[in-house]
């Protein structure tokens, strides 16, 4: 203890703080130590900031084929009430209900798995929608009211050609029955048929990015 010009101070008290700041900067981290953790973090980034990015990618490609499916279907309920649907109705019948931005036989837009692009032609023209996606079809009709007979439109989902044969961008082959029933190519019922032939369940066509 001393005495001081403002009474009794404790000459440990500086000691005591010295040794306090010692004790932090000894148990810091060291250059060294930080370069490991920024490496580390580094390496965790390149793994899951692609894998974020492409499943927000998947997920908007998703909310949007969903939106144009039920564009369609709605399309064709109203074509029903109207009492005009038939055997030989074909799905440009049903574009009449539907607001999309633009009609094109000019185009070039993504086409399914394993294929490279597809063409919007007069025989099989796309409609440009709000939502930035493509919906491609062809002048076949139903062929038949059963519950398997069907017509079908392809569904790319940021309406252009990726460039790829396979990946995120891939178009979805939708498939609507005459009872009005929905379903992707790989779930499609046996017996499935329209104008044009029949058609068999193929899994391998149908994106990754797509679920109902």
Not at 40 to 57: C, G, S, V
Not at 138 to 160: E, K, L, M, W
Request: charged content about 15%.
């Amino acid at each position: 203890m001393m005495q001081g010009t403002f009474g009794i101070v404790d000459s440990t008290y500086g000691v005591g703080r010295r040794k306090k700041l010692k004790l932090l900067v000894d148990t810091g981290f060291t250059l060294a130590e930080l370069l490991i953790c920024l490496l580390i973090l580094a390496e965790i980034a390149t793994f899951t900031i692609p894998k974020i990015l492409i499943d927000q990618q998947n997920g908007r490609n998703n909310a949007i084929a969903k939106e144009d499916i039920a564009t369609v279907s709605a399309a064709f309920q109203q074509h029903q009430l109207k009492g005009a649907l038939s055997s030989s109705t074909t799905f440009g019948a049903f574009t009449q209900y539907m607001n999309y931005v633009s009609y094109s036989t000019a185009a070039t837009v993504d086409g399914l798995n394993g294929q490279g692009s597809e063409g919007c032609d007069a025989s099989n023209p796309c409609l440009f929608m709000h939502n930035g996606s493509s919906i491609r079809y062809g002048g076949y009709n139903f062929g038949g009211t059963n519950t398997t007979n069907a017509v079908y439109f392809h569904i790319d989902p940021d309406g252009s050609y990726s460039g790829t044969t396979n990946g995120p961008g891939k178009a979805v082959s939708v498939f609507i029955y005459y009872n009005g029933r929905l379903a992707d190519e790989g779930n499609i019922a046996a017996g499935t048929a329209g104008s044009n032939g029949s058609y068999t369940a193929n899994s391998s066509k149908v994106p990754t990015w797509f679920s109902w």
